[in-house]
Each structure stands twice: as structure tokens, then as C-alpha cells.
């Protein structure tokens, strides 16, 4: 089977069982996402930090996203920035909206992006 | 704002027109109807028979509620109407505007009522910088509405303007066709609907809304606020009016982020900064703490919500740091601008620790503190892991890409870090205050992980750093030949020697030794930073100096009400009064309103205060400000559960009395008066200062 960054990524916030910085969060996120006439849909559910994924469910959600499965795939590579694409339109968000702003910060950023730490290190090393 | 604008404002959604209440958009001027960064109209004009209008007055009813009176004919017509017009109008969200005729003749008249609609969607960066639209216009008419919208791939804006009274309608206006009786009147009621949609396999829905406040609502709700806020009496009648200003104005920035659950922060300033700001919310929280601490714990919510998680070089995000600014326009959404948010603040991180520890002093929200806990020790972190770009122990700025921010302190112009001979610093840049923040947040926080989070070791390591950070400080930032600390330091390790008003935040963080905090205050009061109104930005005599260059010079009155606490801290009482009393007199050419920065001439040049040309109005650290002095001059501290008041009144305050300041005491008052002693020293004291025209202000107030 091919491979499918979208799982990926929602396997790997799963994997991570517990989010400190969410500690005072709770509530379920339900992501609709389209793709071949079809939906997948995924609920991530955040009890004070503590974070689980479900596929499939068919639950209310405090807050529902859709958007095409193609836009999280370039989101899950790192090659899309989901507040971008929500703000052109690309994704739809329902409901309460800082619940997604909390799980949007556990998305993958640009790949290859400079990091200060090693530059400094590169730096001190020639000093 | 520009004079004769008038403004009405809701969160992000304003109207700025001029005094007829028409709007008529030049590509550069920030006229318009605005949402979410975006403009949804650039014209709307009025006409009556094919005339537009003059006004007579207006009255600014509240700050989302405004009312032109207006007679047709040009400004150089004799007036002689048999009918005038009434504009009211009004912002909750949507915008509504009644038109009202009347007809004083005796005979019935018909008129022919006009208004124009147009909007190019302009993103409000584009007003600043004019850029040709990648996208494509339509308008439409359907059921009496005129809709004009604007599309660019799966982008998408509309504006709706519908009339509730039978009308005609085409693509570029609605029209009314009516007769008056004698003595009679007629009114019609606009409304105007700003939309962002998003396309779904069920075709457009809305996107990007606030939830609707009504007009009635709103009244309600800035009554309820006005109460409770702490009451002044004072003798000084500038000071009663320029808070009462204060608190309307603040009253009128609050912003609503979409994911702060309903609480609401203080946006930076009208019209270019209605939006969430790392470092303005922070400051204006800090400001109105003893009145409005409600401020502090949404600013802290919302900024640790959305701290930086990843390494991200088109918005300079980095794991801990704090934004810098959010904006939802059409640059953001197809990536032109980095505002998304964008992370390119050197001083946010370490002023969000500081109002996390502020915070908790005044009002005793433990729970806050213990629940930020991770985003405070991610802060941290940012700190020492990221922003020591060079390796040396000091936070450092360089944007990584061209659309970044040159400058991430709170002078972030391009030509604001510059030695005295006026090069400008080469990056990695350091500016002084920036390592006065760190040293300040790390003593608090230290207070903090002992307090509340049971973590002594980590106490304990935060007070070293800090230690080793206050002493290799003042070894690498004082210019020995001038007594003072230079505004930052180069990659090189050379000073950036320039003599700035930076040095006085310095006093407010506590880096500066003790044996060196008169020197720093003699500059600070010294003729060349010192203009009798307040401190310059940059000193004169410096190669950059210019009295209306922005952060070269203008005087700001938020950067001097923070120096005023340094210099509280520091036990230079008086001083701080100069700097109040300085402030509050400008505060007066001003209507009570402060501008974000006025000019930085010499009082005894110009008499009054320069305003300075595309200064935001009101601005909301500009309007903290008199909140942060009326602090500093109760000298005001928390102290365990109550507060403690050393009041040190200037000279042209003899009483004030602050009725229930709220914080963990419950509510308490406080109440100072001048002691009378020194008075017979002060006016030599002003003299020396460079400000003779406070002795005939006196005069005259005597009178």
C-alpha cells in the first residue's frame, strides 16, 4: 500500500500520548476529509493534555475541519502551513477554534528549516 | 490617524472615512471598510439629486457608533438647504448606516438618494505597498443586494449591501427614489456584510467570522467595563480626562482572537494594527494590570496557545518563542507576507515570562501560573537554545528570510540599531533592553518554578544565569567614555554606541548596578535625550538624530511611561514624576488621546507637542500609557496580599486617588498627594531639564 502521510501524521500525535502544553485543554476535533467521492474521517480527542486518535468514528466533535485529504498530505509532508490554507479557503473549520489551533501546533514544520542551534555550534566551533 | 478622519471600530472590523462619512479609497491612504486585514470597501459615497455633501458635525458617539449632520452642496456654498441629511452608522461585525432627510421647506420635495459601493479587497499591506491583484473581481445583483466579490483560486471575499426600503439597485450602488412631505422625513437603513468563504463539496460556506455583538450589546458592554474600572479624582484635569480617554479607547481595542475562547486582548493600534501582537499585547497588559488584569491572562493564554512548536525560516518560528504578529489577509493566505503568524519578535518570549510573574503578583492566579507551566519552561528554553545566535550568552536577532522583520525589538524600523556615527549594525544584531528583558524573566521566573511549580533547582540555575548574565552585561554593553549603556552590541563584540532611550528599560528589568543608575538617569533627563515633553528615542547629536524620524528621535510616550517605573525601581522618584508630569502635559494637545509617538523637538522650540505624521490613533500602548503612570506615581507594588503605595507626586498634580484598584487584595484604594517639600527646588530642577515652559504653564493655571 502506498504510503499515507495523512495516517501518518495522525498516528505519530497518537504516539505522543500526552501534550504538556495542552494540559488545559479538552475536547474532540473531527477531521471530514475528502478524496475520491469518499470521506475519511479522524477524531483526535484531548482530555488535559492527554491526546488519542480514532479512526473513523462517526462522533460530534467540539470542533470539525474539513478540507481535501490532498491538503493534509502536503500539510503532513511539511510542505503546507494548515493556518495558510485555512485562510485561503483550502480548510473549514467549525466549531471551537483554539481546539484546532492547539492541535495545529503539533503539525510538521518546513523541512530542511535553519536551526539556530547548529549554526551557533558551527560558529563556536570556528571561533 | 490623519485629521478629519473619523474612525469607528469593532475587533478587526473598522470603518475609517472622512468627515462626511464618504469613503473614496486612494491606493494609499487607509480609508475604508476593513475585516480580517482585508478592505471590503473602498468607496461609499452619498449623494442627494446627483450633489455630495458637506458636514456640519459630527458627533463620535461611542467608538462603534458615529453621526455625521450634513447639508448637500460643496464646502464653498453658502448654506442655504431646504433639507439636510443625517448619517448614523454603526459596527458590530457588519457595518449598518440609517440615512435620514429632512425636509424643513413647506412644499414636499423629491429627491434622488445615492449611494456608491466599489471595493478592490485590498490586504492591508497592500495599502502601505501598493501590489497588482493576482485575482479577479465580480458583482453581481440579486434580490435588491449588490454583492461585490473577489476570488483568487480558493480565496474568497464578498461584500453584501442590501436596504431594507424599496430601492434600486446596479453594479455600482444603491439608489432611492422618494418624496418628502413638508416638515417630513425619511430615513433608510444599509447594511453591509463582510464574508470569507471557503468552497465545499456543498458549495460556499462562511469562514473566518467573529460571533455578532449587537449595537445594544456593545453599549452594555462598555458601560459594564467603564464601572468596572478603578476610579480617579484628581485635581489635574488633563489626567481625569485623559484616562477617562484611556479607558474608552481601550475599551474600544479589544480584540477577539478566534481561538481565545471569547476572552479578548488588546490589539495594537488603529488602522494598521488591528490584530494579535506578541509584544504590544504584552506591554498594554502590563500597563493596565493594577485596572484591567483581565487583559494579562487572555494576552497569556492566547501567546502560549499559539507559541512556536517547529523550526519554520519563512516565519522565523523557533520551539518557545512567542509571536510576533497574526494577520488573515490575502498576502497571509498565499504566503506574500510571513503573518501566519509570524514568530520575528526578539523580545516577546522573555515579556511574556515577565507578565506571567506580574500577572500572578497582582492578582494571585496560581492556576494560571502552574497551567502555563510548559509554555513557560519552553520560553525558556527559546532563550538559551535559539536566540543566542552568536554563542556569547545573549539573545541575538537576524531574520532568515527578505520578508522578515530587519529589526525584532520594539524599534523595528530598518534604521532604528545604529552606532553614533549613524552606520547601522551589521546582523546578528543585540540590542541592550533586549538582555535586561532575559535578566528580568529569569529572576521571575525563578520566583515562579520555586513558588509553584516545586522546582528549586530550576530556581536556583535561573538565578545564576541571571547573575552571570547582569555582571558580563555591564562589562560588555557600558561605553566607558560615555557613562552610559549602548544600545547593543555587534557580532564582532563591538558596541553599538548610540545614545538611546533603550537604556532606560534597562532600569525597569533591574540589570543595571546600582553605582551606575545615576549616570544612566543624568542621560535620560540630560538635554540631548530629554526634550521637557518626554525621552527621545535616539539622542540628539547622533548621526541618525532626526526629532521626526521614527525610532530616531520621535519621543513615544509608552517607552517613557516604562522608563518611569525603571526609574521607580531605582529610587528616582522625582524623576519619574518629570517624566509623568512631561506626558500628561503633552497628553492635553492631544485631547486626552496619546499618539503612538509625537516629534522629538525641544519643548521650548515648539510650545506644544508635534505630532508625528502616520502615528496609529489610538494606539494601545499609547493609551496604557497614563495607566502605567498613574502606577509609577502612586508608586504602586504588590507586596504579598496587599498593595503597597508610595505615592511621589510632580508638582502640577497635587492629589490623586485611585478608588478600587482590583488584584488579590480584592479591591483597595490608593491616595497621593504632593508633600510640598522640594517644590522650591523643582522649578530650577525644570530649568536645568530644558523646560522653562512648565513655570509659565503653571502661571497660567494659577490664573
Redesign the interface.
Known amino acids: 500500500m502506498a504510503t499515507d502521510p495523512t495516517a501518518e501524521l495522525f498516528e505519530s500525535i497518537k504516539r505522543r500520548k500526552y501534550v504538556p502544553a495542552l494540559r488545559n485543554q479538552s475536547g474532540t476535533i473531527r477531521f471530514d476529509l475528502r478524496h475520491d467521492s469518499q470521506v475519511d474521517r479522524w477524531v483526535v480527542e484531548i482530555r488535559n493534555g492527554d491526546i488519542d486518535v480514532a479512526r473513523g468514528q462517526d462522533r460530534e466533535g467540539h470542533c470539525v475541519v474539513y478540507g481535501e485529504k490532498a491538503v493534509f498530505d502536503r500539510i503532513a509532508r511539511g510542505e503546507e502551513n494548515a493556518n495558510v490554507a485555512f485562510f485561503r479557503g483550502e480548510i473549514l473549520v467549525e466549531g471551537n477554534f483554539h481546539l484546532i489551533s492547539a492541535i495545529e501546533r503539533l503539525f510538521p514544520g518546513p523541512r530542511n528549516a535553519f536551526d539556530p542551534r547548529a549554526a551557533r555550534a558551527e560558529r563556536m566551533r570556528k571561533s | 490617524m490623519s485629521d478629519g478622519m473619523v474612525n469607528i471600530l469593532s475587533g478587526n472590523t473598522f470603518v475609517v472615512s472622512d468627515n462626511r462619512g464618504d469613503i473614496e479609497a486612494a491606493p494609499t491612504s487607509p480609508t475604508g471598510m476593513f475585516a480580517f486585514d482585508t478592505r471590503y470597501l473602498s468607496t461609499w459615497v452619498l449623494t442627494i439629486n446627483g450633489q455630495r455633501l458637506q458636514p456640519l458635525s459630527i458627533d463620535d458617539l461611542q467608538y462603534f457608533e458615529a453621526r455625521f449632520f450634513l447639508v448637500p452642496g460643496g464646502a464653498t456654498q453658502y448654506v442655504d438647504s431646504k433639507l439636510s441629511v443625517i448619517r448614523q452608522r454603526s459596527i458590530s461585525g457588519s457595518f449598518d448606516e440609517q440615512v435620514t432627510i429632512l425636509n424643513h421647506g413647506e412644499e414636499p420635495i423629491d429627491v434622488r438618494v445615492r449611494i456608491e459601493a466599489s471595493s478592490d479587497f485590498a490586504d492591508i499591506f497592500e495599502i502601505k505597498d501598493v501590489l497588482q491583484k493576482k485575482g479577479s473581481y465580480y458583482s453581481n445583483v440579486e434580490d435588491g443586494q449588490l454583492r461585490l466579490g473577489y476570488e483568487r483560486?480558493?480565496?474568497?471575499r464578498e461584500t453584501v449591501i442590501s436596504a431594507e426600503e424599496p430601492h434600486e439597485v446596479d453594479e455600482h450602488g444603491l439608489g432611492f427614489t422618494v418624496r418628502i412631505d413638508p416638515l417630513g422625513e425619511w430615513t433608510a437603513h444599509l447594511h453591509v456584510e463582510t464574508l470569507?468563504?471557503?468552497?465545499?463539496?456543498d458549495g460556499l460556506?462562511r469562514?473566518?467570522q467573529h460571533p455578532e455583538r449587537t449595537k445594544r450589546r456593545m453599549s452594555e458592554d462598555l458601560e459594564e467595563w467603564l464601572r468596572g474600572m478603578p476610579r480617579l479624582y484628581t485635581d489635574n484635569d488633563v489626567l481625569t480626562g485623559t484616562y477617562r480617554r484611556s479607558l474608552v479607547d481601550l475599551a474600544s481595542l479589544q480584540y477577539t482572537p478566534?481561538?481565545?475562547?471569547g476572552a479578548t486582548v488588546p490589539s495594537a493600534g488603529l488602522p494598521w494594527f488591528m490584530t494579535l501582537f506578541g509584544r504590544d499585547s504584552i506591554f498594554t497588559s502590563l500597563q493596565a494590570l493594577p485596572f484591567a488584569p483581565q487583559f494579562a491572562a487572555a494576552t497569556l493564554k492566547v501567546l502560549?496557545?499559539?507559541?512556536g512548536?517547529?523550526?519554520?525560516?519563512?516565519?522565523d518560528?523557533?520551539p518557545g518563542r512567542i509571536l510576533h504578529e497574526l494577520r488573515?489577509?490575502e498576502t497571509?493566505?498565499?504566503?506574500e507576507q510571513p503573518h501566519?503568524?509570524y514568530y520575528g519578535s526578539a523580545d516577546a518570549t522573555q515579556l511574556w515570562l515577565i507578565l506571567l510573574d506580574e500577572y500572578e503578583r497582582w492578582t494571585g492566579d496560581a492556576d494560571l501560573v502552574r497551567?502555563l507551566?510548559?509554555?513557560a519552561r519552553?520560553a525558556l528554553n527559546w532563550i538559551d537554545?535559539?536566540?543566542?545566535?552568536?554563542?556569547n550568552g545573549y539573545v541575538w536577532y537576524q531574520p532568515?528570510r527578505e520578508t522578515g522583520l530587519e529589526n525584532q525589538c520594539w524599534k523595528d524600523s530598518w534604521d532604528s540599531i545604529c552606532y553614533r556615527d549613524g552606520r547601522l549594525a551589521p546582523f546578528p544584531r543585540a540590542t541592550c533592553e533586549l538582555q535586561g528583558y532575559v535578566y528580568d524573566a529569569k529572576m521571575r521566573a525563578a520566583r515562579l518554578a520555586r513558588s509553584f511549580w516545586q522546582d528549586p533547582a530550576l530556581a536556583d540555575r535561573l538565578e545564576r544565569d541571571a547573575a552571570a548574565l547582569k555582571e558580563r552585561f555591564n562589562r560588555d554593553f557600558w561605553v566607558e567614555d560615555g557613562e552610559y549603556y549602548a544600545l547593543g552590541i555587534d557580532p564582532d563584540g563591538n558596541q553599538v554606541d548610540a545614545l538611546s532611550s533603550n537604556m532606560g528599560h534597562l532600569l525597569w528589568s533591574g540589570i543595571v548596578d546600582e553605582s551606575r543608575a545615576r549616570k544612566v538617569v543624568e542621560h535620560l533627563l540630560g538635554p540631548r535625550l530629554f526634550t521637557g515633553w518626554g525621552i527621545r528615542t535616539l539622542a540628539d547629536g547622533e548621526g541618525r538624530y532626526n526629532p521626526i524620524g521614527y525610532h530616531v528621535g520621535t519621543v513615544w510616550p509608552f517607552d517613557n511611561s516604562f522608563i518611569a517605573w525603571g526609574l521607580r525601581r531605582y529610587g528616582f522618584a522625582e524623576e519619574a514624576g518629570i517624566i509623568a508630569e512631561g506626558i500628561i502635559d503633552a497628553a492635553e494637545f492631544f485631547g486626552g488621546r496619546l499618539p503612538e509617538a509625537f516629534a522629538g523637538y525641544p519643548r521650548s522650540l515648539t510650545k506644544y507637542p508635534v505630532q508625528y505624521p502616520t502615528a496609529c490613533s489610538p494606539q494601545a500602548w499609547s493609551t496604557g500609557t497614563p495607566m502605567l503612570l498613574l502606577r509609577t506615581m502612586l508608586g504602586l507594588e504588590p507586596h504579598e496580599d496587599h498593595l503597597a503605595v508610595q505615592p511621589a507626586l510632580p508638582v502640577v498634580v497635587e492629589r490623586i486617588e485611585l478608588l478600587d484598584i482590583p488584584g488579590r487584595w480584592g479591591k483597595t484604594d490608593a491616595f497621593g498627594r504632593s508633600r510640598g517639600e522640594g517644590t522650591a527646588r523643582r522649578p530650577a530642577l525644570r530649568v536645568q531639564y530644558g523646560a522653562e515652559t512648565f513655570i509659565s504653564r503653571r502661571q497660567r493655571f494659577i490664573r
Not at chain 2, 483560486?153 to 474568497?156: E, K, M
Not at chain 2, 478566534?258 to 475562547?261: D, G, I, N, P, Q
Not at chain 2, 502560549?304 to 507559541?307: C, F, K, P, S, V
Open positions: 483560486g480558493t480565496f474568497r470569507a468563504l471557503s468552497p465545499t463539496a460556506r469562514t473566518l478566534l481561538t481565545a475562547e502560549g496557545l499559539l507559541q512548536t517547529r523550526l519554520d525560516d519563512f516565519r518560528e523557533d488573515y489577509g497571509s493566505a498565499f504566503e501566519s503568524p497551567e507551566e510548559p509554555q519552553a537554545e535559539y536566540a543566542d545566535l552568536v554563542g532568515r
